[in-house]
Structures are given as C-alpha cells and as structure tokens.
C-alpha cells in the first residue's frame, strides 16, 4: 500500500497497515533550506517542483503541500503589499482594504490572472504528475476569518467583533470567496487535499461565541463548496481550541489538525469518532531544538494519546521553521512510517 493509500484510508477512518505521517507545510523549510527564498522560487514551477519531490524522498511525508509559505499572495494579487523576508513566510506590510466598504471595489479575477498564483497552480500540477499517483498532493492557504484579517487588519479586525460587527461580516464574505476563487485553483491543478489554516481563530485570539458568531457560519459554507469542487479538507487551528473543539465537526472538515497547546487525548474524546485528527509534535521545542531520538520519543507520546487510532494523523502542530533539521523531521515521520496499527 502506497502512502497515499495509507493517508487516504487514514481520513476515511478504514484501518491501514501503518500510522499515516506527514509534515504540515513546511514550504518556507525546504526552499530555504535548499537556498532560495520563497520570493526567488515563485515564478519557478519546475524547480519548485524539484525541490519539493526532492525534499520528501529524504522525507516521506504522505502528503505534499503545494503554495505553503504563501498563503499571504493572495492579498498581493488582489492589490495589497507584502514583503518577502530572507527566511520564512512573507507578511502583509499593506492590507488590501482601509474600510469595509472597499470590498466593492476589488475584482477576484485578478487571483486567477496573477503570474504568482499561477505559478503556485503550475508546482501543483508538475507536483501531481510526478507523484501524485502515490503520493497525496494538498493545497495551501488561509481560511476565511483569517484571510479577511490579512486583507482587513489583524487589530481592525479583533475591534470589529465589538464595534463593528456589519464590516466583519462584510469582509468575512468578500474573504470566504476569495479564498474559495484561490483554492479551487488547486483543485483543478490536481490537489486531492487543501490545508485550511485558522489561525486568526484560534482560542488564543476569539473567545468561544466569537468563533461560533463569526467563523463558524463562513467556514461550513465555504467547505462545503470546496468538497463540491472534489476536495477533502484539513483544518488547522493555531493555539488552544480545546474550549470550542465539540463545533468543529460541524463544519464539515475531513480531518483536524491540532496545535501542541491541546490534549490529543482531549481530541480524540471529543471529535475523534466523527472525524480525522492530527497533530501535534511540538514544531519549536521539539522539531527545531531537540534531538533525533527525543523527536521520536515525543511522536511516540503523541500517538499513545491519540489512543492508537487508524484515523490519526501524526504530524507536527503547526507549520515547521526553517531551523527544523533534517534529521528531525526524518525522526518523526519514521516513528509513523514503522508503528503498526
């Protein structure tokens, strides 16, 4: 059984032979750690591509991520300012919108004409057809709350939920496409799974009625039209959310990625007979600062609390950095890779 196979049988909750494994993302960590920048890759589909299928023949990851460290392009494309940095992920220097009623004025077809975005659709499809018959391939963007923050302002955006709430959801909305019009892209280009990371929403940021309020609503929405499209989804939520974890499988997410922050014990209690979990090697002080062995020990302890289950993914908590070492990220997908189920 090939790890597609594995990771596939994993999300629709039929046992296979081994745990599923993968890293989260991680674009940033192997572009940069083959020396290029994610500004100097993009316009590169090839070697993008090269690099990638490269990285994760060391690896072996189950799953492949396609547009990771970009999820900010979108706001560039639609007229807003990034700046790339030397290592890591670009950040939002110029949100796309200074009021709410701004939505109006931006055409999404912009998203589908950048030469950026199409060259993120291009690693897709080269990615799709060099392994993608063994290999699971994902897309990689934000969610809705978290792209309209990108495109709003983080500060404008936490002070809208109490005094503005018409041009959250106004912006929420004008998001919610948004991010649908740049996933779909994916999609077509031959991803099977799309990585949809919250992190706005997280219980470290939004209160439990918040999420519930302003989230939750777009969320199910837009991945409900996503899995129209052919997807599955994987929703990643940055922080503790283990006070709103009982809501997620109502959004209709084909698996939960979880933060270190949260009990996968906890997890499994509570969403793990109605959806995928995974999670949640701590990608800082483990990934980055441990070594090999403690890694492994760690993944091991993860498992044990996930109880053993075949709908568990092990995989890190969150986005790996750039100082992650290879031997690392090798320890923790071997872990999965060699424990049976």
């Known amino acids: 059984m090939n790890a597609k196979e594995v990771v596939l049988r994993a999300i629709n909750n039929e046992k296979p032979p081994r745990l599923a494994a993968a890293i989260f993302s991680g674009g940033a960590w192997t572009f940069n750690n083959k020396g290029y920048t994610l500004e100097e890759i993009l316009g590169k589909p090839e070697l993008a591509a090269q690099l990638i299928i490269e990285t994760n023949g060391q690896v072996r990851s ?11 392009l979108p706001v560039r494309a639609l007229g807003g300012k990034i700046k790339f940095r ?3 992920t670009p950040d939002v220097v110029e949100p796309l919108l200074k009021k709410a009623a701004d939505v109006d004025k931006i055409n999404l077809d912009r998203l589908e004409e950048d030469e950026g975005v199409g060259s993120l659709l291009k690693t897709t499809a080269l990615l799709d057809r060099a392994i993608g018959d063994h290999t699971l391939i994902g897309g990689s963007g934000w969610g809705p709350f978290s792209l ?12 809208g939920l109490y005094t503005d709430q018409a041009a959250v959801h106004a912006v929420l909305e004008f998001a919610a496409e948004a991010a ?7 999609v077509k280009a031959g991803a099977r799974i799309l990585s949809i990371a919250e992190p706005t929403a997280s219980g470290d940021l939004i209160s439990r009625p918040h999420f519930e309020k302003f989230t939750l609503p777009h969320l199910i ?8 499209a052919g997807a599955l989804n ?6 503790n959310i283990t006070n709103r974890l009982d809501l997620i499988p109502g959004c209709g997410a084909d698996v939960l990625s979880v933060d270190y922050k949260v009990d996968l014990a906890r997890v499994k209690e509570t969403v793990g007979d109605r959806l995928a979990f995974a999670g949640n090697v701590n990608p800082v002080d483990v990934l980055e600062n441990a070594t090999p062995a403690e890694v492994a020990a760690v993944s091991r302890q993860c498992i044990e609390k996930a109880g053993r289950d075949s709908n568990f993914i092990l995989m890190p908590g969150c986005d790996i950095s750039t100082g992650v070492p290879m031997e690392n990220a090798q320890a923790m997908i071997e872990t999965g890779l060699n424990w049976e189920l």
């Open 86 to 88: 030397p290592r890591g």
């Open 221 to 228: 929405r837009f991945i409900g039209r996503t899995k129209e």
């Open 62 to 72: 189950d799953i492949v991520w396609a547009g990771s460290g970009y999820n900010n």
């Open 180 to 186: 649908f019009r740049y996933y779909v892209g994916f």
């Open 234 to 239: 994987l929703l990643h939520i940055c922080g």
């Open 148 to 159: 309209a923050a990108q495109f709003y302002g983080v500060e404008k955006m936490m002070r």
